[in-house]
């Protein structure tokens, strides 16, 4: 989740130039560069992502992004997807800035979704059966899938590429491809024609 925010509030400056897109070595660490090039082929609106690894406490994932410019348009989506947005009670207690918290007390806080602090982010959910990690803001929506085959979300397994599939046949269905983001093509970590070319040949 953390690192979600990270992607989402990087400044256009930070993001990083072609020089320094990941090593064969790192990118096909876990999978095969065939393996690989067969994702890209069959995926249309989402992509693999190579962890970055070290410190970042991120793992491999499979994503799809949508962009909204209004209320309107983020409950559009939403609608489309079958996602429900929980309200959060105006007396439902908010941290503090600056107070020191116990793991357990702020795990109590419900995460809000900045663009509309009214709502409670959706966090782990299910689309039509398909399990994935939703994330909401400045504009953006990300749906992350990892995880499925065995709970480690650090990994990515056949079933999560299933589950993005899934997911892209609804986006077709619902007349949603006019808000999938290409965004992440910003980063190298997350393989696109934009750095690596050769894997979609």
Same mark, same amino acid.
């Given at each position: ?9 990087? $400044? ?5 130039? *072609? $020089? ?53 348009? *983020? *409950?559009?989506?939403?609608?489309? *997807? ?31 979704? $900045? ?87």
């Amino acid at each position: 989740m953390n690192f979600l925010k990270k992607i989402f509030n990087q $400044k256009e400056e930070s993001k990083a130039p *072609l $020089k320094q897109k990941l090593s064969d070595d790192y990118l096909f660490r876990k999978h095969n560069r065939e393996t690989i090039k067969g994702w890209n082929k069959i995926l249309k609106f989402g992509f693999f992502k190579r962890a970055w690894g070290g410190h970042a406490n991120d793992g491999d994932e499979f994503g799809i992004w949508f962009t909204y410019k209004t209320k309107d348009e *983020l *409950l559009q989506i939403l609608d489309g *997807l079958n996602i429900t947005l929980i309200k959060i009670p105006d007396n439902d207690q908010k941290a503090i800035p600056g107070k020191k918290y116990s793991t357990e007390e702020f795990e109590k806080f419900k995460n809000e979704i $900045k663009d509309f602090p009214e709502y409670e982010q959706p966090s782990h959910i299910s689309i039509y059966s398909s399990p994935c990690f939703c994330w909401i803001e400045n504009g953006n929506i990300s749906l992350s899938f990892s995880g499925a085959a065995d709970g480690n979300r650090y990994e990515v397994t056949e079933i999560d590429l299933n589950n993005c599939i899934a997911i892209e046949k609804v986006i077709e269905q619902e007349n949603l491809g006019s808000f999938v983001s290409s965004e992440y093509e910003n980063w190298v970590t997350h393989i696109s024609k934009k750095y690596y070319v050769e894997l979609f040949e």
